[in-house]
């Protein structure tokens, strides 16, 4: 079983930074997928950035290529999103989430076995 723990989320205004952290325990997830998702109230669970832990590749959505940073520390476990340069549309609840299996297609939320609660981000215009 392995924990997610995100934090990191809060208010800030349109053109703003905010630093997403994903924090993992109960397993290391050095053989895993990871992945930051979002989800806007009347909108499905879309996939924002993910990567494999080993480092072979990472997946961006179009809409924050650019702009979102996804980054791993090792030694702590902890997965991290980078968002700069934030618009009114980046506004949804995050939720941080792992996949046992290190070859899964990565933007595809059913392939993750684990998920975080969520922290909302709210960009203001």
């Known amino acids: 079983q392995v924990l997610l723990v995100e934090s990191g989320g809060g208010l800030v205004q349109a053109g703003g930074s905010l630093r997403l952290s994903c924090a993992a325990s109960?397993?290391?997830?050095?053989?895993?997928?990871m992945g930051w998702f979002r989800q806007a109230p009347g909108r499905e669970r879309e996939c924002v950035a993910a990567i494999y832990w080993s480092g072979s590749g990472s997946y961006y959505t179009d809409s924050v290529k650019g702009r979102f940073t996804i980054s791993k520390d090792n030694g702590k476990n902890t997965l991290f999103l980078q968002m700069n340069s934030l618009k009114s549309e980046d506004t949804a609840v995050y939720y941080c989430?792992?996949?046992?299996?290190?070859?899964?297609?990565?933007?595809?939320?059913?392939?993750?076995?684990?998920w975080g609660r969520g922290t909302q981000v709210t960009v203001s215009s």
């Open positions: 109960g397993r290391t997830v050095s053989n895993y997928a």
């Open positions: 989430a792992a996949s046992g299996n290190p070859y899964v297609a990565l933007s595809e939320p059913r392939n993750y076995d684990y």
